[in-house]
């Protein structure tokens, strides 16, 4: 059943509050590897000029990120936690909008860039927010969309082993449940990129992202071992995550 934008901003407003980059210093570390690859798939450099959104963009963390290497372009982030933006206006200097990412507040055809890493799959409509990206972005704009896998064969193996679902979390470490696991989308890689064309991109390249920031059911060491050789054994439609490029 589809919540109404008011309940999933009450949603979102706890996760951020509670759990969620909690650590500005410490997420900026954890995301850096992420962020970076963005920026590449992007093509942005310290001359790149334009407008930039980041959709569902959270503390604003990539936009900071982007500044960094890149004081030229005209940043924008919307989120529709608006707990997450007023801190994100805390962390970098960017015009912002607390906005459903399935009903954007901005103009069509505006943006030269536009990112999206993990947000899509949190939407009640994956296919509508697809849609208002394609419809801000202009037509030689370049759009990054980052959404995870569910064939990852991680999630095959707690499904093995644990009988779980794919899921990123709803809880926080003391298991305290702050949103229902049901209301993430996990899909293939080919139903991801049927998606994405049906809601009017054309994607020019794939590529897998496999490393893991943290889990509870893997140790370190596991996961050292696993970010640094045995993702490189991975298929990408077993990846854990892909990264689309694309355009109109």
């Not at 093509?43 to 000029?49: A, F, L, M, R, W």
């Not at 536009?114 to 994956?126: F, M, Q, T």
């Not at 370190?220 to 490029?245: D, E, G, M, R, W």
Request: glycine content about 8%.
């Amino acid at each position: 059943m589809n919540k109404p934008t008011k309940a999933r901003q009450k949603i979102y407003d706890r996760w951020h509050k509670s759990v969620y980059q909690t650590n500005i210093g410490s997420s900026i570390k954890k995301f850096e590897l992420l962020y970076n690859t963005a920026i590449k798939y992007l093509g942005i450099d310290k001359n790149s000029q334009g407008r930039l959104l980041d959709v569902a963009c959270g503390k604003g963390l990539l936009l900071r990120a982007i500044r960094e290497k890149n004081k030229k372009l005209d940043l924008y982030g919307s989120d529709i936690s608006a707990y997450a933006i007023s801190v994100a206006k805390k962390v970098v200097e960017s015009k912002f909008s607390i906005d459903d990412g399935e009903k954007l507040s901005l103009s069509s055809n505006m943006f030269d860039y536009v990112a999206s890493l993990g947000g899509i799959e949190y939407y009640d409509r994956p296919l509508k927010g697809i849609k208002e990206i394609t419809r801000v972005l202009k037509k030689e704009g370049r759009a990054v969309i980052f959404v995870p896998n569910l064939m990852f064969i991680g999630y095959m193996w707690l499904a093995w082993r644990y009988g779980l679902m794919p899921t990123h979390g709803g809880n926080n470490e003391s298991g305290k449940k702050f949103y229902d696991y049901n209301d993430e989308r996990f899909f293939t890689y080919r139903a991801w990129k049927d998606m994405l064309e049906t809601g009017g991109l054309r994607i020019l390249s794939v590529h897998a992202y496999s490393h893991i920031g943290g889990t509870k059911f893997a140790n370190q060491f596991f996961l050292f071992l696993y970010n640094t050789i045995f993702h490189k054994l991975i298929p990408l439609h077993l990846a854990y995550s892909f990264i689309f490029v694309c355009k109109k």
